[in-house]
């Protein structure tokens, strides 16, 4: 078993629907969450980031974390086509001396016009 | 804020040839990663520097791939010989790195446009 699964997708959406994007993972050691955003040839970027369980909102983007169940989730509000990209998720353990992120394959997403 | 450089941003070489990528970090960055992204994968991570010393290598096939960090600042990778399977984008990614009290400024981390290298 992978530490770090998520679906690859793809994903198809219209415009204007609501995204849910989700991980699960294996290892309890996790405890920072995060969603990365990455264009066709580009570098991933940092979209949200969770510590522990819990729910963060930013604007269209809401970051789920439940640790019990070992699943994370990332869902896009009122999707726009500027939001075709791959999501991925990573996690770390919080440790002195690394931040060391596990990623899973991420998700290709397609938000149609 | 510059943001992290990589080149070149395209390479195709025949196996068995050697490859290098060259990668600067964001100014004041200590922590420094090296990535492989095979298609249709999420990054894995080849080796961590801190400054100029490495924190972790252990994922390095160490056979064939070697990286330096000379000065705590610019980074290379380095392939020889290359062999089909290394084809994959390579990310450069930096960080402020470890702080006490942790926090986003810590962990997060800031990557390049990548190298995509295509073994022939």
């Known amino acids: 078993q992978k530490e770090v699964e998520q679906d690859p997708g793809p994903l198809s959406v219209p415009e204007g629907a609501i995204v849910s994007l989700n991980c699960t993972y294996s290892?309890?050691?996790?405890?920072?969450f995060m969603w990365y955003r990455q264009y066709s040839r580009k570098g991933p970027e940092l979209l949200m980031y969770t510590y522990s369980s819990g729910n963060k909102e930013d604007g269209r983007f809401t970051a789920q974390v439940d640790k019990s169940s070992k699943y994370i989730s990332l869902f896009i509000r009122d999707s726009q086509p500027s939001d075709s990209a791959t999501y991925l998720c990573a996690m770390t353990r919080a440790g002195a001396g690394s931040y060391q992120l596990t990623f899973g394959k991420g998700t290709k997403l397609s938000v149609i016009p | 804020e510059a943001g992290v450089a990589q080149s070149p941003r395209y390479k195709i070489i025949e196996k068995r040839q050697s490859v290098a990528f060259w990668c600067n970090p964001i100014s004041g960055h200590a922590t420094l990663y090296w990535y492989q992204q095979i298609l249709g994968q999420g990054p894995k991570l080849l080796i961590q520097?801190?400054?100029?010393?490495?924190?972790?290598d252990s994922q390095l096939p160490k056979d064939r791939f070697s990286a330096e960090r000379l000065k705590g600042v610019d980074s290379t990778l380095k392939i020889q010989p290359a062999k089909l399977e290394d084809s994959a984008v390579y990310l450069c990614?930096?960080?402020?790195?470890?702080?006490?009290?942790?926090?986003?400024?810590?962990?997060?981390?800031?990557f390049g446009p990548g190298t995509r290298l295509t073994v022939t």
């Open positions: 290892n309890s050691a996790f405890q920072y």
């Open positions: 990614a930096s960080s402020f790195g470890w702080r006490r009290g942790g926090g986003r400024g810590s962990y997060e981390q800031y």
């Open positions: 520097f801190q400054n100029n010393g490495v924190v972790d």
